[in-house]
Structures are given as structure tokens and as C-alpha cells.
């Protein structure tokens, strides 16, 4: 073979062996695959995470339940002590129609309390808001809304403290079920931007916010009362001469501080001094003088209400 036809024939090999890597099949092929396995490793720590994230969601949410389950057996062991201290004590009822007091021993409501009141509504996470509760809601003066049947004594008691050197604000009123699962899922996201769980989080949470359905926000008949010099949601604000005076006061307008100190174990919420809830003046003094939340005085009402074995 020649010279020419030897140069001839290796020129195609050539051409072949010196083509760029770059733009070739080859590289088309490897970018293809590549892509495929990206795509596969995506879809599978996708489906990790989600799994994973699934069954920290479902512990959660199991002990949730069994949280649940263990408050409600807590408050249903209450209502039986409580029962059987009031039966061990003897029971006498006095005339009911005409409107007299209900007593029962040492036990004693000196005034007509019916438990289907209004004022004695209770909301807590054993006695959730029926759904289709309503409420007609009325404004104060600095744009709050609240049960129109407050608006009065909630004023006057503002007005009144005024008049004694101490300015007061509403700084919260009633809420709906939608902004109380919005602050209920801020304040979970807080959390657990901090570290915590869901599970540890969701229970620091329900400790100083209702969860939602559970809020008495929802009833138009709660209001979160704080000075305008300081309106911090703390521990500091017990402290504060106006909320001393309003501890001191609220009762004659018909308040109450709804979440009290000492009281963390029935209410289920941690003290809030400036949480006050309207019952009535006679109830809540009441409940001042024995020192009762409204849950120990709910179940008064009921029990004295109850009919007799054998009636």
C-alpha cells in the first residue's frame, strides 16, 4: 500500500479520535443520565423527608390526643371529688322559683345561678365553643368589639380607673376562629424556629394561648386589659399598679381575672393578670370571695342544680 493511500485511510480515524468531547452523543448521553439519576435521588430524600416528617407528625399528634384524653379524665376525677365532699356535706334547696340562694352544707350560692346563664359560659379545652354559637358584637372606644351586653360595665370600669390616675387600653377582644388559628400557628412557628418540636411547642403554646374553639376570645366576653405605659404580655404586668388596681376592682363590674395564679392545674393556662372574663357582679364577687375560677364555680352551679337521688 502506498503512502498516499495509508494517509488516506487514517485520516477518518483521525477525525474521529480528535472530535471535542463537548456537544458530542456522548456527552448528550451523559447529561441525560446524569439528569435521570438527579431526579431520582431528588424524588427519593423527598420522599424520605416526607415520610419521616409523616410519622413525627403522627406521634405528635398521637400524644396530642393522649394529652387530651389525660385532661379530661383529670376534670371528670375533679367533678366526682368534688361530688362527694359536697354530698358528704348534706344537702338542702331552698325555693328555686322564687330565685333565693342554692345551699348545699358549707356550700352555698347566696344568689340564683342557672347554668344555662350566659354570663357562666364556660370555654376551656374539655368544653369547647359550640360552632354555631353566635354572639352580637358591639364596639369600644378604641375600635375593640365585645359582647354588646359589656360594653357598659367594661367602660365604666376603664372610666372609673381613669379617674383614679391609671390609663388603660384593650388590647384584645374577641376573635374569631380564623385569627385564632393564625396567632395559634405564629406563635407554634416561633417555637420551633427556637428548636423545639412541634409536640413541645404545640403544648408550650396551648399553655398561654387557647387553641382554637377553645379560646373565650370567641365569646365576645373576655378582654386582655393592660396600661399604656407598659403593654407587655409578661410577668411584669401583675406588677404594674394598674393591674393591681383592676385585680383589686374588677369584681364590682362584674369581672373576673379568668386565669388567676394557683389556678393553672383547672384552667389548664398559665396566669394571666391581665386576662379578665365577665360574669356578673354577684357572681364574681362570689368567686372573689371563695376565690373560685370559673370552672370550680361552673361546677357549683351544676351540681346544686342537680335533682336529688330518688326525686
Aim: with cysteine.
Amino acid at each position: 500500500m502506498s503512502d498516499m493511500e495509508m494517509q488516506l485511510e487514517a485520516a477518518p480515524q483521525e477525525n474521529r479520535e480528535g472530535r471535542p468531547y463537548l456537544g458530542s452523543v456522548a456527552f448528550y448521553k451523559h447529561v441525560i443520565l446524569f439528569c435521570v439519576f438527579l431526579l431520582f435521588v431528588l424524588l427519593t430524600g423527598t420522599v424520605i423527608f416526607f415520610s419521616a416528617h409523616y410519622v413525627s407528625l403522627k406521634k405528635d399528634y398521637a400524644a396530642v390526643c393522649e394529652e387530651y384524653r389525660t385532661v379530661s379524665q383529670e376534670r371528670d376525677d375533679y367533678k366526682k371529688q368534688f361530688a362527694a365532699a359536697a354530698a358528704e356535706s348534706g344537702r338542702v334547696l331552698k325555693d328555686e322559683t322564687a330565685k333565693t340562694d342554692v345551699v348545699r352544707g358549707d356550700f352555698s350560692i347566696p344568689f340564683h345561678a342557672d347554668p344555662e346563664d350566659w354570663r357562666y359560659l364556660l370555654i376551656n379545652e374539655a368544653h369547647p365553643l359550640n360552632p354555631e354559637y353566635t354572639v352580637k358584637l358591639a364596639p369600644t372606644r378604641n375600635g375593640q368589639f365585645v359582647d354588646q351586653r359589656i360594653v357598659y360595665q367594661l367602660e365604666k370600669m376603664i372610666d372609673d380607673a381613669a379617674k383614679e390616675g391609671y390609663s388603660l387600653i384593650i388590647c384584645s377582644s374577641y376573635r374569631d376562629y380564623e385569627r385564632q388559628n393564625e396567632l395559634q400557628k405564629e406563635s407554634i412557628s416561633q417555637y420551633m424556629d427556637k428548636g423545639l418540636s412541634y409536640h413541645d411547642a404545640f403544648f408550650r403554646v396551648k399553655r398561654t394561648l387557647a387553641l382554637t374553639g377553645t379560646s373565650e376570645h370567641h365569646t365576645g366576653l373576655s378582654v386582655d386589659i393592660v396600661g399604656e405605659d407598659y403593654q407587655c404580655l409578661d410577668e411584669e404586668q401583675a406588677k404594674r399598679p394598674e393591674a393591681i388596681w383592676l385585680a383589686e376592682h374588677c369584681a364590682e363590674y362584674g369581672f373576673v381575672v379568668r386565669y388567676d395564679r394557683g389556678k393553672e392545674d383547672i384552667t389548664g393556662m398559665d396566669y394571666e393578670s391581665w386576662h379578665f372574663r365577665y360574669v356578673g357582679k354577684e357572681a364574681a364577687a362570689f368567686m372573689e370571695e371563695y376565690d373560685l375560677c370559673l370552672e370550680e364555680f361552673s361546677d357549683m352551679v351544676e351540681f346544686f342544680h342537680r335533682p336529688d337521688d330518688g326525686e
